[in-house]
């Protein structure tokens, strides 16, 4: 027999010339004392044959071999015998017992400096525990021998027992990035498009994946492909039935039908629920979900999926590959009772007020925020069992868990337009319609988008007007919400009619807490009206319905809040500095993020005014961590601008132009007219203490600009006074 010939070099490879160089070098190192033993794992898919094939086609490797480099493919033997018959067959030997058998190819790769690769060497390893070892002996005999440089591909992440393997090892192949992604689609259409790259970047750069999408791009236009990929996901991914090159899922099948997979089968229900969450499982809710799937042993099961390559560990997350992850969810892998006691979990944690969660608690909310998000979204598309026993508790659940997404700076409103949706269609209880509006007023006007806001809290309030019983208690808090948009708006008569009616409400209903919400909210529009004495009166008439309403902490807060706000309005900075420690107390007691950073601005405004300039910088950088943990770009600019007034102060000028340009970047990004107009009267004076005259008149004249646009007189009056400071010096400098 002859021996087999190398395979040719790989026509088309992009995306791994950090591994080929890594196994190169390797294979070189010591190649006269110590040859190479490599391993190449990683999922089926991921291009280890094609790395394989190249390292073999290398010109150094070529070079230093010539003929003597052997490609065996191991796919069809599943024993050692068979295994050992396939070298025979690749080396050109002839057929014989199995010791006659190993003492030719023992004298053939001893005869010469072989490189000798072994490809999907997982068919005869991962089998029976009996034949992987006589797998493994076959296996270290051949790598024990001084002359051959062994080379072996396997799915998965675990490398084969009694070899040596040269380190540094290469690790498991991730997938490819998107420009190695892009030229080999665009090596195989000659062309690539935004359809293109929605394609490759929903298949997350998997070479096989992108391989066979690019070739059914020369028949169907990627345009197209896009909307069936939206309805079909990997089902899309084949140009054959069965085979692993040419048909995706068949490919990811043959890892899920491997021997460990099938050995622990509770291992493909876990992958199942894995598929599930978005963010995967966090190592410190393993214990949790072993409680929550009581008949799955958890660590076996995590450890077979990752031998088998199936999941990684991502930083402290276990989670599947995303197109395994695609695939599995397409096929529906979770038993009932598991999908049931998941759904049933993510509902009860979603349910938990983050106002009142032990810190314990608060941190698993958080940790499982984007796999709660995903269940609950889910199960209001379904139309299944679930959905319909459990649509109270679902809905009570997105409400309850859009404020815990509000506080950490999640505006998305997905879940709160699905429940509305589904509401709709089932003709429900208006009461939870109306409940789904007010969240979603109140989501918008975290985010600063008080249109919309209004807009829903409208919407709620006539959907309440035509409810057929009685819901006073809601529609005051409804229009107390509504209030505060107005506020915002700078709509202060419309905000104080809107708090007188709700305030009616609210008393005729008996809603303690809602009459304490009223009281701050007219209270706050008493301070934007400059009324600070009576703003003083009613915050403190919102305290005592607060502390009557169950000690209501995030109400007390914002009534400390205004008080110390109005305290440094009245210059009374000394009384100032207590409130505001209570109504940092209360928002920690709450886990409420953005009203602590709030409490930190007040103290930082606080300090400035009693001339402590460094407690007032610690506390507005202290404020700016909690409004970025937020998301909150319209503090992150008042925080900004704040530090740019404390360097001024500080005689730090070239630390306050940075922090007034960051408070305008950020003014602008919050479409704030009022913030910017004042970073740019900030820069205006900054340029002004540097004999920068021309730039601070610029500046303050852009700022004049925008504070008439807003009608924002105070502020127009005072850096008018500036800009004619700077206009009057110009005019004795020139006239000098």
């Not at 010339?17 to 190649?31: C, P």
């Not at 491997?258 to 199942?272: C, F, V």
């Not at 599930?276 to 799955?296: A, C, N, S, V, Y």
């Not at 300039?613 to 409004?627: C, I, R, T, W």
């Amino acid at each position: 027999m002859q021996p087999a010939l190398a395979p040719p070099p790989p026509q088309i490879f992009f995306g791994r010339d950090a591994e080929l160089a890594h196994i190169i070098q390797i294979i070189f190192t010591n190649i006269t004392s110590r040859p190479a033993k490599i391993a190449i794992l990683g999922p089926g898919g991921y291009g280890k044959t094609t790395l394989a094939n190249a390292v073999l086609s290398d010109d150094r490797v070529q070079k230093h071999f010539q003929d003597a480099r052997y490609f065996i493919s191991c796919e069809s033997a599943t024993s050692s015998d068979a295994l050992l018959i396939q070298i025979a067959k690749t080396l050109g030997l002839v057929m014989g017992p199995p010791d006659t058998l190993w003492s030719q190819i023992h004298a053939t790769l001893n005869s010469k400096e072989i490189v000798l690769c072994l490809d999907n060497f997982e068919s005869p390893w991962d089998q029976s525990d009996e034949t992987k070892h006589a797998v493994e002996v076959l296996l270290s005999q051949i790598t024990s021998l001084r002359r051959v440089t062994v080379l072996v591909t396997m799915r998965g992440a675990e490398r084969p027992g009694r070899t040596e393997w040269t380190q540094p090892f290469l690790g498991p192949l991730g997938t490819i990035s998107l420009d190695a992604a892009k030229e080999i689609w665009k090596r195989i259409t000659g062309n690539y498009d935004d359809f293109s790259e929605k394609l490759t970047l929903a298949v997350d750069c998997v070479p096989l994946a992108v391989d066979l999408l690019a070739h059914l791009s020369q028949v169907t236009p990627p345009m197209l492909l896009w909307k069936e990929w939206n309805s079909r996901k990997t089902t899309l991914i084949k140009r054959g039935e069965l085979h692993k090159l040419s048909n995706m899922e068949y490919s990811i099948q043959l890892s899920l039908d491997s021997h460990r997979m099938t050995s622990n089968p509770l291992a493909k229900d876990l992958l199942g629920i894995l598929s599930m969450l978005p963010d995967g499982l966090h190592i410190k809710q393993l214990t949790r979900f072993q409680e929550i799937l009581i008949d799955i042993d958890m660590m076996s099961c995590l450890q077979v999926l990752q031998q088998c390559s199936l999941i990684n560990l991502t930083g402290d997350r276990y989670q599947p590959h995303p197109i395994i992850r695609q695939f599995c969810n397409n096929q529906g892998f979770t038993l009932s009772n598991h999908r049931t006691s998941l759904e049933e979990f993510y509902i009860s944690l979603a349910s938990i007020d983050e106002q009142s969660a032990d810190p314990e608690t608060y941190a698993e909310m958080i940790l499982e925020v984007n796999n709660t998000k995903a269940i609950l979204s889910e199960l209001l598309k379904s139309n299944s069992d679930n959905q319909s026993r459990l649509i109270d508790a679902i809905i009570d659940a997105v409400i309850m868990f859009t404020g815990l997404c509000r506080n950490i700076g999640d505006f998305s409103s997905t879940l709160l337009n699905q429940s509305v949706q589904l509401l709709l269609v089932n003709n429900a209880a208006p009461v939870h319609l109306i409940q789904c509006l007010k969240a979603w007023g109140g989501l918008c006007y975290h985010a600063d988008d008080m249109e919309t806001a209004k807009q829903k809290y409208l919407e709620a309030e006539r959907h309440c007007l035509s409810c057929p019983i009685n819901v006073d208690d809601i529609h005051g808090l409804i229009l107390t919400d509504l209030g505060l948009v107005y506020l915002n708006q700078f709509a202060l008569n419309e905000a104080e009619a809107t708090y007188q009616k709700a305030l009616k409400l609210n008393e005729a209903s008996q809603n303690t807490l809602g009459q304490g919400e009223v009281y701050y909210g007219l209270g706050r529009t008493c301070f934007e009206l400059h009324k600070f004495t009576e703003a003083e009166a009613l915050y403190q008439k919102a305290l005592e319905f607060h502390k009557a309403a169950d000690n209501n902490i995030v109400g007390q807060g914002n009534d400390y809040h205004g008080l110390g706000e109005t305290y440094l309005r009245l210059d009374r900075p000394a009384e100032a500095e207590a409130p505001f420690q209570k109504a940092l107390e209360f928002q920690k007691m709450a886990n409420h993020t953005l009203n602590q950073g709030n409490a930190r601005r007040g103290l930082g405004d606080t300090y400035r005014s009693l001339k402590r300039l460094d407690e007032a910088e610690a506390s507005y950088h202290k404020a700016l961590e909690f409004d970025m943990a937020a998301n909150n770009l319209f503090n992150q600019g008042i925080d900004h601008q704040a530090l740019g007034e404390v360097y001024l102060l500080l005689n730090k000028v070239n630390g306050a132009e940075v922090s007034f340009h960051k408070a305008l970047e950020l003014k602008k990004a919050a479409n704030d007219v009022l913030g910017q107009g004042i970073a740019l009267g900030g820069l205006g004076r900054v340029y002004m203490r540097r004999s920068q005259l021309k730039e601070a008149k610029n500046m303050l004249e852009e700022a004049l600009k925008l504070y008439r646009e807003v009608q924002a007189t105070f502020w127009e009056e005072q850096d008018q006074r500036i800009l004619n400071d700077i206009q009057a010096q110009m005019q004795g400098t020139a006239l000098g």
